[in-house]
């Protein structure tokens, strides 16, 4: 007896039925992207909106100086940038920041926003999105702005025409003057001394302003949904301590 050639169909059917997938479960899944394109509409609205806020303040601050006030906040947005979108669109941010500001007020006034402010709001996203310490953190960031005000003395003093690392070295040499006063010290301090206590005095400055951007990113970015690490176990005691006072 002759096999049907008619079942044959049916038989190839009935083996793919099988072999497919009977519920969602069993459907190959496909990679998920976490982060959209860097030409998708919401990316661009708030690299937009991020990179005016930025320039906002900068532009507030140079006409009304509010000193450290405003300055905490100048690298927040570009670090939300990347912890909202990734490294392409803080770089993005960060860019655009500067096309603005070089159109409102110049060339110059915006290269002074990239060093370090710019480049800096990057590299703190960079490492808050890896969970690293606030030690590791705040020590990156200290070496790029203390490089990026010595390239700002550079900068402005090729514009101006006159040096202001001596400006600089003049006002310590009073201040180291007045403590050797004060010390009963007769000894005039050497110049090599003036321009290490200079370096140290720059460091020191960098160091406590990025220990203030660190806590105002804590309890600014968790209220929107982008929480930065912890601070170290030492100052959220002496915060808590603070708000029991």
Same mark, same amino acid.
């Given at each position: 007896?002759?096999?049907?050639?008619?079942?044959?169909?049916?038989?190839?059917?009935?083996?793919?039925?099988?072999?497919?997938?009977?519920?969602?479960?069993?459907?190959?899944?496909? /990679?998920?992207?976490?982060?959209? /394109?860097?030409?998708?509409?919401?990316?661009?609205?708030?690299?937009?909106?991020?990179?005016?806020?930025?320039?906002?303040?900068?532009?507030?601050?140079?006409?009304?100086? *509010?000193?450290?006030?405003?300055?905490?906040?100048?690298?927040?947005? @570009?670090?939300?940038?990347?912890?909202?979108?990734?490294?392409?669109?803080?770089?993005?941010?960060?860019?655009?920041?500067?096309?603005?500001?070089?159109?409102?007020?110049? /060339?110059?006034?915006?290269?002074?926003?990239?060093?370090?402010?710019?480049?800096?709001?990057? *590299?703190?996203?960079?490492?808050?999105?890896?969970?690293?310490?606030?030690?590791?953190?705040?020590?990156?960031?200290?070496?790029?702005?203390?490089?990026?005000?010595?390239?700002?003395?550079?900068?402005?003093?090729?514009?101006?025409?006159?040096?202001?690392?001596?400006?600089?070295?003049?006002?310590?040499?009073?201040?180291?003057?007045?403590?050797?006063?004060?010390?009963?010290?007769?000894?005039?301090?050497?110049? *090599?001394? @003036?321009?290490?206590?200079?370096?140290?005095?720059?460091?020191?400055?960098? @160091?406590?302003?990025?220990?203030?951007?660190?806590?105002?990113?804590?309890?600014?970015?968790?209220?929107?949904?982008?929480?930065?690490?912890? /601070?170290?176990?030492?100052?959220? @005691?002496?915060?808590?301590?603070?708000?029991?006072?």
């Amino acid at each position: 007896m002759s096999e049907n050639p008619s079942s044959q169909p049916l038989d190839e059917a009935t083996s793919r039925t099988d072999s497919a997938p009977k519920s969602a479960e069993d459907l190959p899944k496909l /990679p998920h992207r976490e982060i959209p /394109p860097i030409s998708s509409p919401l990316v661009m609205v708030e690299s937009a909106f991020l990179a005016s806020t930025a320039s906002l303040l900068w532009l507030i601050n140079y006409y009304f100086p *509010l000193g450290l006030l405003w300055r905490i906040f100048f690298p927040i947005p @570009i670090a939300l940038a990347y912890l909202r979108w990734g490294k392409r669109t803080s770089w993005m941010t960060a860019l655009v920041t500067g096309l603005l500001l070089s159109v409102l007020m110049g /060339p110059p006034l915006s290269l002074q926003f990239f060093l370090p402010y710019g480049f800096l709001g990057i *590299l703190l996203g960079s490492q808050w999105k890896r969970q690293a310490p606030w030690f590791a953190s705040i020590a990156w960031g200290v070496l790029l702005t203390v490089l990026g005000i010595g390239v700002r003395l550079v900068l402005l003093s090729v514009l101006i025409g006159e040096n202001l690392w001596i400006y600089l070295i003049t006002q310590v040499t009073n201040l180291a003057d007045w403590l050797f006063i004060k010390l009963g010290l007769i000894a005039q301090p050497d110049l *090599l001394v @003036i321009q290490a206590l200079a370096i140290v005095m720059i460091t020191i400055n960098a @160091i406590l302003y990025l220990l203030i951007v660190h806590l105002a990113a804590w309890l600014l970015l968790d209220r929107v949904g982008n929480p930065i690490p912890s /601070p170290p176990v030492w100052l959220q @005691i002496l915060l808590d301590q603070e708000e029991v006072r």
